[in-house]
């Protein structure tokens, strides 16, 4: 059958049927697919004790993608009760990580003869470097747990060092994921969103980035002079050099920069601060500090003067610098800066 419908017809509506249908309501992983992943706040895992081969997992919910046929459907998965469960001792000489996974087995698939969902424990091998075990079909992981060798109910697991969260989440469609557990951590499809720590990331098929990049800030009040008439970054009489911050180009690919001072010259002379911006790995400056770009102070007295500017053809992801620099615009004169700040602003 090419096209289905659920809860349509009078009678024949399969269990594969239902389970496609449900999924319409999760965010999608592919056409015909939902995303794996818990529901937050639950599956939590605890050893039973300080050092010991058991552990409790704790009641929660999940979804677990059928992945022995592609139209299989997902499994909406409960577990309702505090559950105990046990590691296999360790080798004698050698350690190893295991794999808490939910699993399903279906015997319309795998050819097992059981229709039911199990907590199981797949054993990795010993090695003097182990490594996480493959993972069966039609399974969710949800930790994998570091077993040292020679582990015992006399010298079990140390819990609190041994356990590594691989839980991923679930929303429904459209839902935006929250940011957890290392396991299969890349985005469904592009477009898809999380939210890590409160700020929106956005899956672009490769990658994750931040849907509005920080806007970025670097203040000091540390005064500096320079007597050099070409820009440079480095001041004298200030703590450190050079002053300036990173910040990552946003899906645009434009940034609005300010740059200013409190600044002066010796005798009423001129003082410039522009900025270099390059990438943060290094190499020829994007844009060179240049006095169309500069804050300017010409006259006596000090004033407070700033200039802003947008750039763009930033590549989208990538991490740029912008160092302030400065010169005087007298040959031996001093220009003066206090209270200098860059700010960059992602334009969206």
């Not at 102070?297 to 912008?322: C, D, E, I, K, R």
Request: charged share 15%; hydrophobic share 40%.
């Amino acid at each position: 059958m090419t096209i289905r419908s659920a809860w349509h017809l009078p009678t024949g509506q399969t269990r594969e049927d239902t389970r496609l249908a449900v999924s319409l309501g999760m965010s999608s992983s592919g056409p015909l697919t939902a995303r794996g992943g818990c529901a937050v706040g639950g599956l939590q895992l605890t050893g039973t004790a300080a050092t010991s081969m058991q552990a409790r997992l704790s009641p929660g919910r999940l979804w677990v993608p059928g992945t022995s046929a592609a139209a299989q459907g997902g499994y909406p998965v409960t577990v309702d009760a505090d559950t105990q469960l046990t590691f296999a001792d360790g080798h004698a000489t050698l350690p190893r990580v295991d794999a808490l996974v939910v699993r399903v087995y279906d015997a319309d698939y795998d050819a097992s003869g059981r229709y039911e969902a199990v907590l199981e424990i797949v054993q990795g091998t010993p090695a003097s470097a182990p490594v996480p075990p493959a993972l069966p079909k039609n399974a969710e992981l949800l930790y994998e747990v570091s077993v040292p060798a020679g582990a015992s109910a006399a010298r079990g697991i140390t819990w609190a060092a041994a356990v590594a969260d691989r839980r991923r989440y679930t929303a429904a469609l459209g839902g935006i994921l929250p940011a957890a557990g290392g396991f299969n951590a890349r985005g469904s499809h592009v477009g898809e969103y999380r939210d890590v720590n409160g700020r929106l990331e956005r899956w672009d098929g490769s990658r994750w980035m931040l849907y509005t990049p920080n806007a970025m800030l670097k203040h000091n009040a540390d005064r500096g002079k320079t007597t050099s008439t070409a820009y440079t970054e480095t001041l004298l009489e200030v703590g450190s050099n050079p002053f300036g911050l990173t910040f990552v180009a946003p899906a645009s690919g434009w940034v609005h920069i300010a740059i200013g001072a409190q600044m002066w010259g010796d005798g009423g002379k001129e003082a410039f601060m522009s900025v270099n911006v390059r990438p943060a790995t290094g190499g020829t400056p994007l844009i060179a500090a240049h006095d169309d770009r500069a804050a300017y102070h010409n006259g006596p007295g000090a004033s407070s003067t700033y200039t802003n500017f947008p750039l763009g053809q930033l590549t989208p992801g990538v991490s740029y610098t912008a160092i302030a620099a400065f010169r005087s615009g007298t040959a031996g004169n001093e220009a003066l800066f206090d209270n200098r700040f860059v700010r960059v602003d992602p334009v969206v």
